[in-house]
């Protein structure tokens, strides 16, 4: 019995001076009563995200084009690069094309753009002028989305292409907003 016990003596010594038996040599954070949840919750230098600029976080790049290419990437798999970036387009531009890289990813999805005119005199701002969708399987690292011209060209002014990502286009799969502008005939 007394091997029992002091075993157990040694034990608690050990614990001790491992700083387990002692429960006071813990600092403790200090309580706050009556904190509003805003201040608890959110940190107030945590900037917000701003689903009226061009998508962050999933992207490496993403771009208007007037057209794109297919190359061999270095792991042997097929990379989208446009051809002659820009964000100013002809009324008789046939695509406006938007390429885009992204990081890589653990799970297929979609991606989306919707163009709407934004300031195009004689448009509904609301009503989409077209619409594509791209498929990223787990190996793809970059894609396009191809808007095709309205019937009669492009009118001159400026549109905006929201990009969501997922299996439908909604309001909580909007990832960003991006814009390029129709110059008149010169």
């Avoid at 945590?46 to 792991?75: K, V, W």
């Avoid at 005119?117 to 396009?144: H, R, T």
């Avoid at 011209?149 to 990009?163: C, D, L, S, T």
Wanted: proline content about 10%; aromatic content about 12%.
């Amino acid at each position: 019995m007394d091997k029992v016990i002091a075993r157990a003596l040694a034990f608690l010594l050990f614990l001790g001076s491992l700083g387990m038996g002692n429960r006071s040599s813990a600092e403790e954070p200090p309580l706050t009563r009556d904190l509003p949840i805003s201040e608890f919750q959110n940190r107030a230098d945590t900037p917000s995200y701003n689903y009226d600029a061009p998508p962050q976080g999933l992207f490496r790049t993403i771009q208007f084009a007037e057209s794109f290419e297919e190359e061999l990437g270095f792991r042997r798999t097929h990379e989208i690069v446009p051809i002659n970036p820009t964000d100013v387009f002809r009324p008789d531009t046939p695509t406006v094309f938007i390429v885009f890289s992204v990081y890589p990813h653990y799970e297929s999805y979609q991606v989306f753009g919707v163009c709407l005119p934004e300031q195009v005199e004689g448009l509904d701002p609301q009503k989409p002028l077209a619409k594509d969708a791209m498929y990223l399987a787990l190996e793809d690292e970059s894609g396009y989305l191809k808007l095709a011209a309205p019937a009669g060209g492009w009118p001159p002014g400026k549109y905006k292409v929201e990009i969501y990502i997922g299996w439908q286009v909604n309001p909580s799969n909007l990832l960003g907003t991006m814009r390029f502008t129709v110059a008149p005939k010169q």
